[in-house]
């Protein structure tokens, strides 16, 4: 093993003899960009795109300033702190090609938990321009069947009532746009960089419910003076392994606590509508579009819920990545009919992207043996996912007479999966979702109510309503509740004519 060097500011000249480091000073405290949600994907894309932009450009007041609101957040912050905030964003290529380089774009990382002074200060302070959100869709707070905001949630009933002690992110946001606006300071940039449609456009409906319930005239400022650009965003950022750690000291020597892993493609394409100004993100490979929709649209109905295909049917069938899901042929086929026949009918033509060549991509992308990508990270929070994933799609082949067969065999085996919790080899299968009890509760229904499941009117809407859904969905669990073997089942549906 090679002798080992400690990831931080003091040693960067060292490790920049095996690996690229940042060619910009770290020494400025004007943190343009306030990011709450510091993991994997927000540190391969965001802080990559502004890493890069930073190599070649002096921005001196355009750094990151990280935010954690959860608990989980803590460990990464302690490591952080011991790291200057440095990081290494290690990048495999499909022919096995491993490029590690450290990142540099982040230089503080404040928690909000037991004090929230701090983070409000930062987000109200007169150099934050922009304020950028990973949250996961299970973190804006709404009803996915009526898109309301969620009063009913304790955290946000509570602040309501102690505003300058906030708990969500919209406590923190309002108290600090309120501290702008009364110091007459302009208001930042609301980025949602999550895999919502029109991501943009949720926050601000969110935040505004929020405010208007907390203080009415603060709302009116937000609603004049905030930009809510919506984004799409793509970058594949799989957890990272205890192995990945290992194979960084082994290999180059470093030591880091928290590297992160991703694939070589990325994309980022948003709306240019700022309110206060932005880094030159177009010199990276940003796009800047006047309407982000079939954008995000296409991404949204191919790539991820294609993830959400074979990663709900690999994990039933006992797949342990997504990678090995590609591998086996018949998972690919009906992959790529699902995306042929399904998915496509519903997106209309997209200026300047060939959607087949785009399909191509994503079938290599996923089999990316290097990335490996875990099915069960794949299927985490579906229910914040499918509903705006996999359930509109269904919904418009039904309205149009399209196929719905592929995306309905999906939703049976999540139903079996949230009531058995274990493989077709008996594997247990662990799954996290916010929503795993309401799951389980109406999946170990299905014996005696085969719609059990799809009654949960929250996710499915009236799908339960449906007799031509109803009768494929309850043939569909039928045949998995009675042990057919899941693979056979795909077979027959590739081939029937429904």
Not at 169 to 186: I, M, N, Q, W
Not at 204 to 214: D, E, H, Y
Not at 300 to 323: E, K, Q
Request: glycine share 6%; charged share 20%.
């Amino acid at each position: 093993m090679k002798k080992t060097i400690q990831l931080n500011q003091a040693n960067l000249q060292e490790i920049g003899n095996c690996m690229p480091v940042p060619n910009y000073s770290r020494a400025s405290d004007k943190t343009g960009i306030v990011h709450i949600g510091v993991g994997g994907f927000h540190r391969a894309h965001l802080a990559y795109y502004l890493h890069q932009l930073k190599n070649g450009n002096a921005l001196s007041d355009w750094e990151i300033c990280g935010i954690g609101l959860r608990e989980g957040d803590t460990k990464l912050h302690n490591n952080f702190k011991k790291q200057d905030h440095l990081y290494t964003l290690i990048i495999k290529h499909p022919n096995g090609k491993i490029k590690p380089e450290v990142i540099g774009s982040i230089v503080d990382f404040k928690m909000g938990i037991s004090n929230p002074e701090p983070v409000i200060a930062q987000m109200a302070h007169a150099d934050t321009k922009i304020v950028s959100l990973t949250i996961t869709e299970g973190g804006y707070n709404f009803n996915p069947t009526t898109g309301a905001f969620n009063f009913d949630n304790p955290d946000v009933q509570d602040e309501l009532q102690h505003p300058n002690q906030p708990r969500t992110v919209y406590g923190f946001l309002t108290a600090a746009l309120k501290r702008r606006r009364d110091a007459a300071l302009p208001a930042f940039t609301l980025l949602s960089c999550d895999n919502i449609e029109h991501n943009g456009d949720m926050v601000r409906k969110m935040l505004l419910s929020f405010v208007k319930a907390q203080d009415p005239d603060l709302a009116n400022w937000i609603a004049q003076e905030v930009c809510f650009p919506n984004s799409m965003v793509d970058r594949i950022t799989p957890v990272t392994t205890p192995t990945d750690i290992n194979t960084l000291t082994q290999n180059y020597g470093i030591v880091d606590a928290c590297p992160v892993t991703c694939e070589p493609f990325i994309q980022w394409v948003v709306e240019d509508t700022f309110s206060n100004g932005r880094p030159a993100f177009e010199k990276v490979g940003v796009q800047f579009v006047s309407d982000v929709e079939p954008y995000e649209k296409m991404k949204l109905r191919l790539l991820n819920a294609g993830h959400s295909v074979l990663g709900l049917l690999g994990v039933l069938h006992g797949h342990p990545t997504i990678n090995a899901c590609v591998e086996d042929e018949l998972f690919t086929s009906y992959l790529r009919a699902f995306l042929d026949k399904e998915a496509t009918p519903v997106l209309g033509e997209i200026e300047g992207i060939n959607l087949e060549d785009y399909k191509d991509s994503l079938l290599a992308r996923f089999g990316n043996p290097n990335i490996k990508d875990s099915v069960s990270r794949i299927c985490s929070e579906s229910s914040a996912k499918l509903p705006k994933f996999l359930i509109p799609t269904i919904n418009e082949n039904l309205a149009t007479g399209g196929s719905i067969k592929f995306a309905t065999l999906v939703i049976a085996a999540w139903c079996y999966s949230s009531d058995k919790g274990i493989n077709r080899q008996g594997q247990p299968i662990e799954i996290t979702d916010a929503m795993s009890i309401e799951l389980h509760e109406a999946a170990k229904q299905t014996t005696t109510d085969p719609l059990a499941f799809i009654r949960q009117e929250s996710l499915f809407g009236n799908l339960v309503e449906n007799d031509r859904f109803t009768a494929l969905y309850t043939e569909a669990v039928q045949k998995i509740y009675t042990n057919t073997d899941i693979k056979k089942y795909m077979t027959d549906i590739m081939i029937s004519g429904r």
